[in-house]
């Protein structure tokens, strides 16, 4: 008799997901390497999210949190976000902040450059 593989279990859902995310109109769109970027969504980090972005920022001396996506769910590219216009910008980074896991809303606050989207030299 053959054995059938077990189904990998499938991943928890967030009941409200729309929660979890907002997206934010550019004012001035741009583009880059053949797309435009009219709108970024904010997407919360969830627990593994925030473990690998720990992981990835050991030893480095820039960072920048990956709450920034595309409308396909794929993160935004740094040159995208450091080509937006400044005020477009300016929405961006305050929304994010709401999208922060608590842990990380300090760095914010330490002071005011680099905001939010901005890569920051670690300690």
């Known amino acids: 008799m053959r054995e059938t593989a ?14 979890r995310r907002k997206t934010i109109e550019l004012d001035y769109p741009v583009a880059y390497e053949g797309r435009t970027y009219t709108r970024i969504h ?17 030893g480095k001396d820039e ?3 990956p709450l920034f996506r595309d ?9 995208v976000l450091d ?3 400044s005020d477009d910008r300016d929405v ?13 809303r300090g760095v ?3 002071a005011s ?9 670690q300690s």
């Open 6 to 19: 077990a189904e990998p279990p499938s991943a928890p859902q967030f009941v409200d997901a729309a929660a």
């Open 42 to 58: 904010l997407q919360r980090m969830t627990v593994r999210e925030v473990a690998d972005f720990i992981e990835s920022i050991v």
């Open 63 to 65: 960072i920048r949190f």
């Open 71 to 79: 409308d396909d769910g794929a993160h935004i590219p740094d040159a």
């Open 83 to 85: 080509g937006l216009d």
């Open 92 to 104: 961006i980074d305050k929304a994010a902040v709401d999208f922060l896991p608590r842990r990380f």
């Open 108 to 110: 914010t606050e330490i």
């Open 113 to 121: 450059e680099p905001q939010v989207g901005d890569t920051i030299a």
